[in-house]
């Protein structure tokens, strides 16, 4: 089968009436030409379509890989390169397990569970070449970084703009509606494993359903970690290197994305990662970010691996 390729100009403004419209279109140039359209046959002639003519072929990706002006610079700057950021939530914690809030805590360590999961991420990322490995240096997320980074040469890099958002008071308290045998007898000791929902139901119920509101002594936890994440993406994208790993945690990951893609703080519960999550972004040298991936897990429940 033979498959022609059309080139097809479309003026921006072709449904204005007035001429008052017309003449602003054009003052402001704003016809374009569209994408190329391309028909292809998996023909005997042509062989099979690979990966990595998918990737080179413009045509079919709609220039997906040589973006331009996608979203805000993250940097304010230029890049010496376009760069590629894989991001990884650290395993299963205790405090994962046993339902509790973490925050910023270093109290929550990695679980022998969470161990193996970071060890399934490290084999699931095994074909892929990373400069540098940045981290959070709270306990669950630096264990976790430390078992991805085994075997490789380069220092691990820890930064303080990764840790996780603070969450005063309701660290290490339940998040689940489970009430301590301690809290029935007022037992002062065990207060820290009572359901937040009971001894804060305010505050707990603002941090749930309005996270972007919740705020403790005029503090905004999730505002500041959107300007943490953004610190967080300069100290990154401006290292040397052209293909990094990130590894931190749940709401420092939202933060990290959504800031990303332009995303509000009020945007935070609309993206989820699980632990051992994977998810990819590149950046084009202005600092502008596109999502590959978000949180890839296939590798959880297989020996899949992923391609660089």
């Known amino acids: 089968m033979v498959c022609e390729a059309l080139s097809l100009t479309i003026p921006f403004f072709s449904i204005i009436a007035s001429k008052?419209?017309?003449?602003?279109?054009?003052?402001?140039?704003?016809?374009?030409?569209?994408p190329r359209i391309q028909c292809s046959?998996?023909?005997?002639?042509?062989?099979?379509?690979?990966?990595?003519?998918?990737?080179?072929?413009?045509?079919?990706?709609?220039?997906?890989?040589?973006?331009?002006?996608?979203?805000?610079?993250?940097?304010?700057?230029?890049?010496?390169?376009p760069k590629k950021v894989t991001l990884v939530r650290h395993g299963l914690s205790s405090w994962n397990k046993?339902?509790?809030?973490?925050?910023?805590?270093n109290l929550s360590v990695l679980t022998e569970a969470g161990i193996k999961q970071a060890e399934r991420c490290r084999q699931a990322l095994s074909n892929m070449?990373?400069?540098?490995?940045?981290?959070?240096?709270?306990?669950?997320?630096?264990?976790?970084?430390?078992?991805?980074?085994?075997?490789?040469?380069?220092?691990?890099?820890f930064l303080d703009s990764l840790k996780e958002c603070h969450l005063f008071f309701l660290e290490g308290m339940k998040n689940g509606l489970f009430l301590t045998i301690g809290y029935l007898l007022n037992d002062i000791q065990n207060l820290e494993?009572?359901?937040?929902?009971?001894?804060?139901p305010k505050e707990y119920t603002t941090w749930r359903e309005d996270p972007a509101n919740f705020y403790v002594n005029g503090v905004y936890p999730l505002r500041k970690l959107w300007a943490t994440a953004r610190e967080?993406?300069?100290?990154?994208l401006l290292s040397p290197g052209?293909?990094?790993?990130?590894?931190?945690?749940?709401?420092?990951l939202r933060a990290l994305i959504c800031s990303a893609l332009g995303l509000p703080p009020e945007r935070f519960r609309s993206i989820d990662v699980n632990n051992g999550g994977i998810s990819t972004f590149v950046f084009n040298k202005r600092g502008e970010a596109m999502l590959q991936s978000l949180n890839m897990t296939a590798h959880m429940y297989s020996d899949h691996v992923y391609l660089s």
């Open 20 to 34: 008052k419209d017309l003449r602003l279109a054009k003052t402001y140039n704003l016809c374009r030409s569209s």
């Open 41 to 81: 046959s998996s023909g005997a002639d042509q062989g099979p379509v690979t990966a990595d003519k998918l990737e080179n072929d413009y045509s079919l990706t709609g220039t997906a890989y040589d973006f331009e002006r996608a979203t805000i610079s993250l940097t304010r700057e230029s890049l010496s390169s």
């Open 98 to 105: 046993e339902g509790k809030v973490q925050g910023s805590s």
């Open 129 to 157: 070449h990373f400069d540098q490995c940045f981290s959070s240096p709270i306990s669950r997320a630096k264990t976790t970084a430390e078992v991805l980074w085994q075997g490789r040469e380069e220092p691990l890099v």
């Open 193 to 200: 494993a009572v359901d937040a929902k009971v001894i804060y």
């Open 232 to 236: 967080s993406w300069r100290e990154i």
């Open 242 to 252: 052209e293909n990094f790993l990130v590894v931190t945690h749940k709401s420092m």
